[in-house]
């Protein structure tokens, strides 16, 4: 099992609509999730970041946490073609040195007009 | 705030010869910083944690001889790619951790390309 995965997808949404990214980890100490988006070609750019359950919203975009469930979501409202992009989850865990982050192998979305 | 450089942003080289990536924090002082590899339609993969004024930890598999890294102050990490080969041409990122916060801030990358 990978200690965080994500459905590759890619997942295609048409513009304007909600898209869901979803993730799952396996170290239950984790404490910290971050979300960041990579465009083709270059280096991940931090959306958000969420360490207690529940809800946590910024603009159009909204990071799920379910701890008890190992689970971390995004959901982007009104989906824009600029949103098409790779987004990667990563994990920090517990007692984890200087903040090392695990990522997921990434979710290509794609959002067509 | 928060901005991460990377110099250069792409180089070619020979297979044989060293390359060496600067990563910096421009407006921010890191005590922690990280490097990454990324091959074509991957994720990233942490090569190695690099700490100012310490040596580096490396992740398991990655030749340390081979990745040298140094930290010489609150705001630059270099990595040293030695004797490349084709098989490391990559894309390269850094990150630098803002002390005392959690999040990671990643400079522009760095596409290694060995002949």
């Known amino acids: 099992q990978k200690e965080v995965e994500q459905n590759s997808g890619p997942l295609s949404v048409p513009e304007g609509a909600i898209a869901s990214l979803n993730c799952t980890y396996s170290d239950r100490g984790s404490q910290s999730f971050f979300w960041y988006r990579q465009y083709s070609g270059k280096s991940p750019e931090l959306i958000m970041f969420?360490?207690?359950?529940g809800d946590k919203e910024d603009g159009r975009f909204t990071a799920q946490l379910n701890k008890a469930s190992q689970y971390v979501s995004l959901l982007i409202r009104d989906s824009q073609p600029s949103d098409s992009a790779t987004y990667l989850c990563?994990?920090?865990?517990?007692?984890?040195?200087?903040?090392?982050?695990?990522f997921g192998q990434g979710t290509i979305l794609t959002v067509h007009p | 705030g928060a901005v991460v450089s990377q110099h250069p942003s792409w180089v070619i080289c020979k297979s044989g010869t060293s390359v060496k990536i600067e990563c910096r924090s421009l407006d921010f002082q890191a005590t922690t910083m990280f490097w990454y590899r990324q091959f074509p339609k991957q994720s990233l993969m942490l090569m190695a944690t690099?700490?100012?004024?310490?040596?580096?930890?490396?992740e398991q598999g990655v030749e340390k001889d081979k990745f040298l890294i140094n930290h010489a102050s609150l705001t630059l990490s270099t990595l040293t790619v030695t004797s490349a080969h084709p098989e490391d041409s990559s894309f390269y990122i850094c990150s630098a951790r803002v002390t005392s916060r959690n999040e990671q801030f990643f400079g522009p990358g760095t596409r290694l390309t060995v002949l």
């Open positions: 990563a994990v920090k865990k517990g007692g984890t040195s200087y903040g090392k982050l695990t």
């Open positions: 969420i360490y207690s359950n």
């Open positions: 690099s700490n100012e004024g310490s040596k580096a930890t490396y």
